[in-house]
């Protein structure tokens, strides 16, 4: 079946801007993550979906930042006003939800903010 | 808090040598442990985990890894290195149980180059 699939693969954009960054997980799949891969700093947790229930947002680095899951399928990951520093590797991994499962992740999103 | 520690950020060894990249965890409760690899140009790929049962455990490709409570570790091996598995090397580890959030908590990674 399909895997994880982001896109676009690789987004640049000015200093200020908006962007948002897609997340397709697997079918089937009711917990959905978003992770940031930088250099310096590997990589740490942004977002996570269970189900329908409240997502945790712990891991967000700032209220610029935002994230949806539509329909318990797909998400958007919302950068508004992007600084330099918020240039990484977006990844979006999701599994079963359950303890222990595994989580598959997508190839990511590459965002270079000039 | 959990944290992950991989001592080494990069390793090197020969083809046919063995490898052996280190993990060690911190957390209240013994967790759920991962290794990722992450080969040039591709998304990350699950390699092997420890949730219960066998404290030794054996993945993808010829690696396997051993949970030691006592040390709180989770060291990668594999007998005989490949020039194929030259790549990032991830440990990572997420609360057991249910309820719980099942975020991972990343280790920095370790850059493994195989010489041929």
């Known amino acids: 079946g399909a895997g994880v699939s982001q896109s676009p693969s690789n987004k640049v954009t000015e200093k200020g801007k908006d962007v948002e960054l897609r997340c397709d997980p697997i079918s089937g799949h009711t917990a959905l993550y978003w992770y940031r891969q930088s250099l310096g700093q590997g990589l740490e947790f942004l977002i996570y979906f269970q189900g329908n229930s409240a997502p945790d947002k712990s891991g967000l680095p700032s209220d610029r930042f935002s994230a949806e899951r539509t329909g318990g399928s797909v998400s958007t990951l919302t950068i508004q006003r992007t600084q330099q520093e918020d240039s990484a590797v977006y990844l979006c991994?999701?599994?079963?939800?359950?303890?222990?499962?595994?989580?598959?992740f997508g190839p990511g999103t590459r965002l270079t903010v000039l | 808090a959990q944290s992950v520690t991989q001592l080494g950020s990069h390793v090197s060894v020969s083809e046919g040598a063995l490898v052996l990249l280190r993990c060690n965890y911190s957390?209240?409760?013994?967790?759920?442990l991962f290794w990722y690899v992450q080969y040039p140009n591709q998304g990350l790929q699950l390699l092997l985990k420890?949730?219960?049962?066998a404290t030794l455990v054996k993945g993808i490709n010829g690696f396997e890894a051993e949970f030691k409570k006592s040390e709180t570790s989770f060291h990668l091996t594999k007998p005989s290195a490949h020039m194929s598995d030259a790549a990032e090397y991830f440990c990572a580890v997420s609360r057991p149980g249910a309820g719980n959030n099942r975020k991972l908590i990343w280790g920095l990674g370790t850059s493994l180059a195989v010489n041929p």
């Open positions: 420890y949730t219960t049962g």
């Open positions: 991994a999701s599994s079963r939800g359950l303890a222990g499962n595994t989580q598959y």
């Open positions: 957390s209240s409760v013994p967790p759920y």
